[in-house]
């Protein structure tokens, strides 16, 4: 299997969808399993649709998800020589035919075809053309494409390595456009040259490809190409079973890099769509690579679960290095208006702090820096729940000050120390603990929920505790009273 080449070929006509990153995951897995190479290539011969922007960012996606290619990027646009010399050859060999037929003949004849209830079949009207009649065809202005000529009978099988023998009726397959009359090459035709081109052994690509795979057989065939091993992984639908799109939400990795799961989370979920790696679901690269076999990869559709996702990317921004989770999140806190564009050193280590303090109660680092303001910002509304059940209380404003006044007094102020403070401060005044952390929580962070309380309170410093107290006091005297 040392000799094993794939390749990941994504159009860059917008940005890198899910489909298309776990295509990308399940070649580079297979690659690395195999000892084998992991080539990009750009197939980038759209030239109406195909963007530099895009190709950048499809290539920076990949960088993040941590799926380096051995090889490429290769690009299409560049290798138009070789298709045309191909080309050429199946004109000269008699295997391909210029088709003079206009656009407006071809949609007559697709109309009648439906007329009829029948799929449209090219009927191979320009297969024969004595070269008068191509010289007239020219003479009136026409642009000729390239079409491969096709059996018309028999069948052409696919030896899929997950789903079996495949076999597609030849009828059903027309004499199909190699060269488009602009002198671009076409998707099958282009990819069939490049993969010989690379040495590709084997081609794993998305399902709805599979109808793709007898036409570029064929042209294989009459090019003289040795065949890849072809794999068509499932597809991904939504969960009510339909194609994925955007009214299910995000659907592409720069969608779900700006809203904050890390790319060991997006991996793991990518890779269990359509894969089944054995009763363990959390899996790093490593463990992929290690685990990963065409054999395992489902014949049925996958079901893209957000959820699914969202509670691994919790569990690995709770595993995460502390430090590295500081440099990812520290984009959506700037983003927030909590951190300046240059933070210091002492920023970063306090907002680490921070992080730690929060980062089990939040699924994705926007989100963590929602969970953090009350980190930075002293001035915020209280939860109107919360002031209706802690606030309202009697007495509460003057438990809020003796609060304060023992915090003020304490020699050190750490964990141990502010939770013993505020026990015996509740049993010195008959009080249950809870009637004095609730409002207390409510004082410092406006909310009702968050981290453990004295971890917040000493993340945020005696002086800011105590002002907040004092704060939430005189608010609850002046405004509830």
Known sequence: M????????????????IGGARTALFNYLFARASGGTFILRIDDTDLERSRPEFTTALMEALHWLGLEWDEGPFFQAQNLDEYNR???????????????????????????????????????????????EERAFLAEGRSPVIRLITPDEGETAVDDMIRGWVVFDNS????????????????????????????ITHVIRAEEHLSNTPRQIICARALGYELPLYAHVP???????????????????????????????????LALLGWSPGEEEILDLAAMIERFSLERVHKTA???????????????????DPVRLTQLALPFFQAEGLIAENPGEEDLQYLQKVIETVRSRVKTLGELAEASTYFYRDQFEYDSKGVQKHFNK??????????????????????ESTETAYRDLAASLGVSSGRLIHPTRLALSGRTMGPG????????????????????????????N
């Open 235 to 269: 597809m991904i639908l939504a969960p009510d079973r339909s194609k994925l799109s955007k009214r299910h939400g995000a659907t592409s990795v720069e969608e779900f890099r700006a809203k904050g799961y890390l790319p060991e989370a997006l991996l793991n979920y």
């Open 453 to 480: 309380l004295f971890e917040l309170m000493v993340v945020l410093g005696r002086e800011q505790a105590v002002k907040r107290l004092l704060a939430a006091a005189a608010y609850i005297e002046t405004t509830l």
């Open 86 to 132: 191909e080309a050429a050859r199946l004109l000269e060999e008699k295997k391909a035919y210029h088709c003079y037929c206009t656009p407006e003949e071809l949609a007559a004849g697709r109309e009648e075809a439906r007329k009829q209830g029948k799929p449209y079949r090219y009927p191979g009207t320009c297969r024969n053309l004595s070269q008068e």
């Open 172 to 199: 059903t397959l027309d004499d199909f456009i190699i060269v488009k009359s602009n002198g671009l090459p076409t998707y099958n035709f282009a990819s069939v040259v490049d993969d010989a081109r690379m040495r």
């Open 2 to 17: 040392s000799g094993v080449r794939v390749r990941f070929a994504p159009s860059p006509t917008g940005e890198l969808h």
């Open 394 to 415: 009697e007495g509460t404003a003057e438990l809020l000050r003796k609060a304060a006044e023992t915090l003020e007094k304490l020699p050190v102020f750490d964990l």
């Open 302 to 320: 996958a079901i893209y679960d957000v959820a699914k996702l969202t509670w691994l990317n919790g569990h690995y921004l709770w595993e995460a």
